[in-house]
């Protein structure tokens, strides 16, 4: 057998000092503070643009070992292989049950029923027509009737011959996040854990291989909750679930064997690598009170990409969000992967959508073989660092929770929703400014996108648990997309279009030669395009800049557009800024805007008819919404867009 040879691959080089680094960085910033290149995540944890150093390996573990940083399990994949799990829910069981073998046949490994598939035990079986019960893993999402719907299931498998050591799967239960998602518990929360409870010592004495429980943070993950809330969340809501298990006599690790995670997979790559790996390491140290051996009885952890991250506008780029997030979810360890479909936020979806669904986790698992390797980032400073901050935080923010009376007290008394709610109006002021950019939304948008092909879809509704007296209400957690501001715009700005027989543009008042005002004119025809507006110019001001106020004049009256917004360099400001706004507002523009910070000369711009400057850091969408208002272009009320601290 060959022995192995160290290589020294930085032999020939000499040691690099970060001072030497420092120095580099500072000529490239040209003048700028070396802070700028430090980010913050939504818990404000900031992140450096270099690490040196990082947890000690005692705070990581191996694989399969305290802390579970790295995994449950060191065996965690046969063949480098993650559970790639797809999510059914039509209104109509025939289509349903179509989708469902068409998944299977192609690579699908496991099956989540919701929505119409669990109308009635008669939808349920028809949905599973056809399906090899024996190998592909069911587990339902079935709100607050999962009692009625975990016999329906237990009852197929039994009508289908099935062996209680051959059946794989999950009822889903999870009454505190139903009462997060609909803000209603029909049967109450107390007997819905005693539910619970009874279903997880039945199928803890029959089943193998099936949780009863399915804790899922993505309630809070798609109201906007930051990763140490939504961890947080997570651990709460398993101590509720273990404490009524232990009061119903089941032993700590038979509890914990009915466990399983579900978390929010988003398209921030290395803080949901970071999360997930956080994750384990929480809930193993919570298990771990609870007298659990949590290498004995590893719990699977399921991510599922989030609605937050996509949009409905140029839906083509939510391939790239769906991917990032199924990518850093097989890093982090997931030992399932659920993604959505590029088209989910249409009206109407197609089988293009589906299948690049599945076949996105096919190609990431079979062909770029990422799940061959346990914990890849693991080892990396930046990542073990920023693990280490988000698992602390999440353990600061469950105690917190725990103090005020567990997860469901805070969902009752708001806490919660508040909490949450400051860190979406962060997050959606820094989209509103496009610190947060979205590609084809609040960049690069395209006024002339088609939709893609597709049916109208309708999931239906599961059957509903009977109310009792006894029901518990809150106010439900609103979801919400961060695209969501933006397309509100350009609805109103397409519908006044369709009304009016013409898109409501803004006309562009090109200054000097091409060179000196072409950045600030594309710049500027994107701002406005994220809002719905075309940008208007005539073919000399495009090609050549202004150069004379009679053609500007000209120009103007000649186009669509009552608003317009003067673009050029500095210098083109300074000698023909003001005369150009003059000249528009004597030839009636309603607003005129200048794209670039007007430094000293704001008095004298703003005396000669500029309105607004419009420059980075700008809130585009209060930009934008003036615009609309000025054009007379009627709002789109959409409530979901306001999320208020």
């Not at 947890?55 to 579970?68: H, K, L, Q, Y």
């Not at 690790?253 to 384990?280: C, H, M, N, P, Y």
């Not at 298990?287 to 990409?305: F, H, K, M, Y």
Request: hydrophobic share 40%; proline share 5%; glycine share 10%.
């Amino acid at each position: 057998m060959t022995e192995p040879v160290d290589v020294d691959l930085g032999g020939g080089f000499d040691p690099a000092t970060e001072d030497e680094w420092r120095a580099l960085v500072d000529k490239v910033l040209k003048g700028r503070p070396f802070e700028s290149l430090v980010s913050t995540t939504s818990d404000g944890i900031e992140v450096q643009p270099l690490y040196r150093d990082g947890p000690d390996e005692s705070d990581t573990g191996t694989p399969g070992s305290a802390p579970f940083t790295r995994s449950f399990s060191a065996a965690q994949r046969p063949a480098g292989r993650w559970d790639i799990r797809v999510e059914i829910a039509d209104a109509d069981p025939a289509r349903a049950n179509r989708k469902a073998l068409s998944e299977l046949e192609r690579g699908a490994t496991s099956l989540v029923l919701g929505g119409g598939c669990l109308a009635s035990p008669e939808s349920l079986e028809r949905t599973l027509e056809g399906v090899h019960l024996d190998l592909a893993s069911i587990s339902l999402a079935p709100g607050a009737a999962f009692r009625t719907t975990s016999e329906w299931l237990v009852d197929l498998w039994a009508s289908r011959g099935l062996a209680d050591k051959d059946i794989s799967g999950g009822f889903g239960v999870d009454p505190i996040a139903t009462l997060a998602r609909t803000g209603t518990l029909s049967q109450g929360i107390d007997r819905a854990l005693a539910d619970g409870v009874g279903l997880a010592v039945m199928a803890a004495n029959r089943f193998d291989n099936l949780r009863t429980w399915s804790i899922d943070t993505t309630p809070y993950a798609e109201a906007g909750a930051s990763e140490a809330q939504e961890l947080a969340a997570m651990l709460s809501t398993t101590v509720a679930y273990l404490r009524a298990m232990q009061n119903g006599s089941m032993d700590a690790e038979a509890a914990v064997g009915q466990l399983e995670l579900t978390l929010g997979a988003s398209s921030d790559f290395f803080t949901t690598i970071a999360k997930l790996r956080a994750a384990r390491r929480v809930f193993a140290a919570v298990t771990e009170a609870c007298g659990a051996d949590n290498a004995a009885v590893p719990t699977p952890l399921v991510a599922r990409t989030l609605d937050r991250d996509l949009s409905r506008r140029d839906p083509w780029v939510n391939l790239l969000r769906v991917t990032t997030g199924a990518f850093a979810a097989a890093l982090g360890g997931a030992d399932a992967v659920i993604t959505r479909s590029f088209d989910s936020q249409l009206e109407s979806r197609g089988a293009l959508g589906a299948r690049m669904a599945r076949n996105t986790q096919l190609l990431l698992s079979e062909e770029s073989g990422v799940g061959r390797v346990v914990d890849p980032a693991g080892g990396s400073w930046y990542v073990e660092t920023l693990t280490q901050r988000i698992a602390e935080e999440a353990w600061d923010t469950f105690r917190v929770f725990e103090g005020a009376g567990g997860l469901p007290a805070v969902l009752l008394d708001g806490t919660l929703a508040t909490r949450i709610a400051a860190v979406a109006a962060d997050r959606l002021t820094s989209v509103a400014d496009r610190r947060a950019p979205l590609t084809g939304v609040s960049e690069f948008p395209n006024l002339d996108e088609t939709a893609p092909d597709g049916e109208p879809h309708r999931e239906g509704a599961a059957v509903e648990a009977p109310t009792t007296d006894s029901a518990t209400h809150c106010e439900p957690l609103r979801s919400l997309r961060w695209a969501e501001p933006y397309e509100a715009l350009r609805d109103a700005a397409d519908r006044h279009g369709d009304v009016n027989g013409q898109r409501p543009a803004v006309f562009l008042t090109n200054l000097g030669p091409v060179a000196s005002h072409t950045a600030r004119a594309s710049w500027a025809a994107n701002l406005f395009a994220a809002g719905g507006l075309a940008a208007s110019s005539s073919q000399r001001g495009t090609d050549h800049g202004f150069t004379s106020p009679d053609e500007l004049a000209e120009d103007f009256s000649a186009s669509s557009a009552s608003i317009a917004c003067i673009c050029g360099s500095d210098e083109t400001y300074a000698e023909l800024g003001a005369a150009a706004a003059e000249v528009l507002t004597a030839a009636g523009a309603e607003r005129v805007y200048l794209a670039g910070k007007p430094g000293d000369r704001r008095d004298a711009l703003e005396a000669a008819g500029v309105d607004e400057f419009i420059h980075v850091g700008v809130d585009v969408v209060d930009v934008l919404d003036r615009a609309h208002r000025v054009l007379g272009i009627a709002p789109i009320a959409d409530e979901s867009t306001e999320v208020k601290p």
